[in-house]
Nanobody
């Protein structure tokens, strides 16, 4: 059974940093490209950052502030978030897709975590 478990969310002030973690189990982690998405009430789930064998991708809102990385030995993917803004407030989800798939549309992801809430106060 595949599980993606996010952690590291919380309440922070604008300008602070947070590091989210996503621990994966039940899958061949190296065979999956990993992504972070976020969602606010009433909004579509949106792509934040992704990491493949060849590099990383970021939404415009995340460029220069967020950094995605992975530790294959620990089956874990991270999202380092710096200079947080109130508009970053959302539930953040970890997701995985097989290496042979392309793109970061949420519909193309195979497995999802349950999310971790990030709240950024002004």
């Amino acid at each position: 059974q595949v599980q993606l478990v996010e952690s590291g969310g919380g309440l922070v002030q604008a300008g602070d940093s947070l590091r989210l973690s996503c621990a994966a189990s039940g899958l061949s982690f190296r065979a999956y490209h990993m992504g972070w998405f976020r969602q606010t009430p009433g909004q579509e789930r949106e792509f934040v950052a992704g990491i493949t064998w060849t590099g990383t991708d970021y939404a415009d809102s995340a460029k220069g502030r967020f950094s995605i990385s992975r530790d294959n030995a620990k089956n874990t993917v991270y999202l380092q978030m710096n200079s947080l803004k109130p508009e970053d407030t959302a539930v953040y989800y970890c997701a995985a897709r097989e290496y042979y798939k392309t793109g970061w549309a949420s519909g193309g992801m195979t497995y999802w975590g349950k999310g971790t809430l990030v709240t950024v106060s002004a």
